[in-house]
């Protein structure tokens, strides 16, 4: 049974720094890619950034230069590091999980197997 659990929102002051983490069981880090999305209200998920089961990043324009993904092996979780944050960053926060064999443009919802309950993350002007 697959399940990834997404932690670590609240409210975070504008230009201040969060970490969320993913909880992942039931696949294993280096056969999966983990990716973040966010939702915020009234708008269209949309992704945020994405690890590759080698290790390799991937950044929406929004969030580069301000966000990083990691990975730690052993505890099979994902971390999304958040610097910076604008008002603009509030949103519920979502891990999902893609198979590297068929992920082709990793931006889209429908290419992530799993998904883990949100985390709700906002930031205050």
């Known amino acids: 049974d697959v399940q990834l659990q997404a932690s670590g929102g609240g409210l975070v002051k504008a230009g201040g720094s969060t970490r969320l983490s993913c909880v992942v069981s039931?696949?294993?880090?280096?056969?999966?890619?983990i990716g973040w999305f966010r939702q915020a209200p009234g708008k269209e998920r949309e992704w945020v950034s994405t690890i590759g089961s080698t290790d390799d990043t991937y950044y929406a324009d929004s969030v580069k230069g301000r966000f990083t993904i990691s990975r730690d092996i052993e505890k099979n979780t994902v971390y999304l590091h958040m610097n910076s944050l604008k008002s603009e960053d509030t949103a519920v926060y979502y891990c999902a999980g893609a198979n590297p064999w068929t992920v082709v443009l990793r931006h889209e919802t429908y290419e992530y197997d799993y998904w883990g309950r949100g985390t709700l993350v906002t930031v205050s002007s």
């Open positions: 039931g696949l294993s880090l280096d056969t999966y890619e």
